[in-house]
């Protein structure tokens, strides 16, 4: 299988305070990635859709100017929470297609935000 | 969109014992993928089936597309099987929409 790798695998951090995340696709190059966010005993939701080179996609009711994301290089998209709040305090899991490997998607391992 | 339901929610298994846990989607996909949540969070790619049938070791799935459901079998369950099954279904742009997860729980 393709190898996606995300850092910091978790992270505190005070209210209103920036923080940002990294997904790397070690072994394959990914134009698009995808940004999951998961609470406690729920499922994942997308986020955002990461493209290289281009603006992210949205989900509805995700504020853009919250969760900023960049895909600057075809094996790096950073997820950055702006002016963090408690209640953006959850899982954060990336993914990513390695394309003419399979049609599968591989994630990462997840980066654990708590807010203080 | 499409939308996806797995059951049951919980399951508690004592070692040893088969299960079947299910996942029925809305609309017809081309992508369906079952995973493994382990205790730190990650997912664990467990089968890519679209449809048909495929196996690795103790774990089996079968995607019936024609009636939109998939299940997956665990047989022999064993203690290190714990943890949150998700199935996920592909929607336009490579999006995958997760259902909510079956929780199973093996006692030894």
């Known amino acids: 299988g393709a190898v996606v790798s995300q850092h910091p695998s978790w992270v505190i951090c005070k209210s209103g305070t920036s923080v940002k995340i990294e997904c790397r696709s070690l072994?394959?190059?990914?134009?698009?990635m995808f940004w999951y966010r998961q609470f406690p005993k729920q499922s994942l939701m997308l986020m955002a859709t990461s493209n290289e080179g281009s603006k992210a996609t949205y989900e509805q009711g995700v504020e853009k100017d919250k969760f900023l994301i960049n895909h600057a290089s075809l094996t790096l998209s950073t997820l950055t929470v702006t002016s963090a709040h408690p209640e953006d305090s959850s899982f954060y899991i990336c993914?990513?297609?390695?394309?003419?490997?399979?049609?599968?998607?591989?994630f990462g391992q997840g980066t654990r935000l708590t807010v203080v | 969109g499409i939308q996806v339901e797995q059951s049951p929610p919980d399951l508690i298994l004592q070692e040893g014992a088969n299960s079947t846990l299910r996942c029925n989607f809305s609309?017809?996909?081309?992508?369906l993928q079952w995973f493994h949540q382990n205790p730190w969070g990650q997912l664990i790619n467990l089968f890519y089936?679209?449809?048909g049938t495929k196996q690795n070791g103790r774990l089996s799935a079968t995607t019936v597309a024609t009636e939109r459901y998939s299940l997956l079998y665990i047989s022999s369950s064993q203690t290190t099987d714990s943890g949150v099954y998700f199935c996920a279904a592909m929607e336009y742009g490579n999006k995958l929409v997760f259902g909510a997860g079956t929780i199973l729980r093996v006692k030894s």
């Open positions: 609309d017809s996909v081309n992508n």
């Open positions: 089936i679209p449809s």
């Open positions: 072994d394959f190059q990914a134009t698009t």
């Open positions: 993914s990513a297609f390695p394309g003419d490997r399979g049609p599968e998607a591989f």
